[in-house]
């Protein structure tokens, strides 16, 4: 019995609860942002980023009108109503859990893939059927994302 059956069950009246499934939209979802994760570290200089770096990319992944903001800032094409970024509580919650279910871990300030994690992007990259747009968004940034750029974005 839940807790508000339970606060209801001396009530005069039958009061009744039905559980109903809540639909959970697919980056809410704790396998969608351990997948992002791995995908951002991988793609990261020494499978290593900074946390700015993590929020930044993830959140841009999450949203298609932030992904072609950053794509246009890295390409030189900045304009002034984009959009500001903003670090998302739960990205530091789930990166917790892949640390403590060893699929990353600390690497002074950053944060860094293990073997289980390297695995993890692996076989999320080699799978041509999930997180699509996700995977071609990375493809798309330059290969050396440096911690300037991305305090430049983020302070803007």
Known sequence: MGILEEAFASAEGSIRFTPRPDPIPGDL????????LALVLERSRGKTASLEQVHFLTSAMRSEQVA????RWFRGL?????PIIRY???MSRTIGLAIASGLASWK???V???????GLAAAIKS???????EKAFLSELPRA??????REMLEV
């Not at 072609?68 to 794509?71: I, Q, R, T």
């Not at 900045?78 to 984009?82: K, L, Q, Y």
């Not at 860094?112 to 390297?118: K, M």
């Not at 994302?145 to 991305?150: T, W």
Request: no cysteine.
């Open 29 to 36: 979802r704790l396998s969608w942002r351990l997948s992002a």
């Open 68 to 71: 072609l903001m950053a794509l």
């Open 78 to 82: 900045r304009a002034p109503d984009d």
């Open 88 to 90: 998302d509580p739960s």
């Open 108 to 110: 002074g300030a950053s």
């Open 112 to 118: 860094s893939l293990t073997d289980e994690g390297i």
């Open 127 to 133: 799978d041509d059927s999930v997180l699509k747009r």
């Open 145 to 150: 994302i440096s911690q300037k750029s991305i």
